[in-house]
């Protein structure tokens, strides 16, 4: 196990709700990314938090949403969910730094959009 | 942009065959280069990684080496378990800017081993 816990497990939402997923990162860890898995495929970088604030993002548009906290904890918000919000959400973690390029996955969130 | 091709599955193999899932990149500069494993289920676990030229990753008897010339990072192992069976992910990591990086990841490699 890497010390990267997410919640919830599971979510079922409809179209058009807002959801909010939570990372907790490994300990030591200042810096947490989140990635969207869709079925089949390989995860996507939709972005980084680094001290507070958003440092890197993907090719996700603007209702993907984050926040991190001082404790390092992360939320990911997405607002007006469309069906193909459906996927895994993965949060990443690791330490900023020469040679702390390794990010450390969490076990993940299914969501389901009906 | 930065990219990860993986041969397709699914890799159907007998217990102690040989293993090699191919994986090539292309990026700008010197990304790092990972394998993760996927198995039913769960999240990402890493599973070997490689960080400059001709480096090789082991780990669990896998291993890949990272060959600048080629572009690539081949997952071998020399024998399969039953337990090997998993999604397997080729990805690198560069960065973006200042201290962000990012993984670009391969579309997964499914491998089952049977008996």
């Known amino acids: 196990e890497t010390g990267v816990t997410q919640s919830p497990t599971h979510l079922i939402k409809t179209r058009g709700q807002q959801v909010t997923l939570r990372c907790s990162s490994q300990s030591g860890h200042n810096t947490v990314s989140w990635y969207q898995q869709a079925l089949g495929q390989g995860p996507q970088f939709i972005f980084q938090y680094y001290r507070e604030e958003e440092n890197g993002r993907g090719n996700f548009p603007p209702r993907f949403s984050g926040l991190q906290f001082p404790n390092y904890s992360s939320e990911l918000n997405v607002n007006a969910l469309e069906l193909d919000d459906s996927a895994l959400y993965l949060c990443?973690?690791?330490?900023?730094?020469?040679?702390?390029?390794?990010?450390?996955f969490g076990p993940g969130t299914r969501l389901t959009v009906l | 942009g930065n990219s990860v091709t993986q041969m397709e599955g699914p890799v159907t193999l007998s217990e102690e065959a040989f293993l090699t899932i191919n994986c090539t990149y292309t990026a700008t500069g010197y990304p790092s280069l990972f394998w993760y494993v996927q198995y039913p289920g769960e999240g990402l676990q890493l599973l070997l990684k490689a960080t400059k030229a001709d480096d090789k990753g082991s780990n669990k008897g896998f291993e890949a080496t990272y060959r600048k010339e080629t572009t690539s990072f081949h997952l071998e192992k020399g024998s399969v378990q039953v337990s090997d069976s998993a999604v397997y992910f080729c990805?690198?990591?560069?960065?973006?800017?200042?201290?962000?990086?990012?993984?670009?990841f391969g579309t997964g490699t499914r491998l089952q081993v049977t008996l």
């Open positions: 990443a973690s690791r330490r900023t730094g020469p040679n702390f390029e390794t990010q450390y």
């Open positions: 990805a690198l990591s560069a960065r973006t800017t200042g201290t962000a990086s990012k993984l670009t």
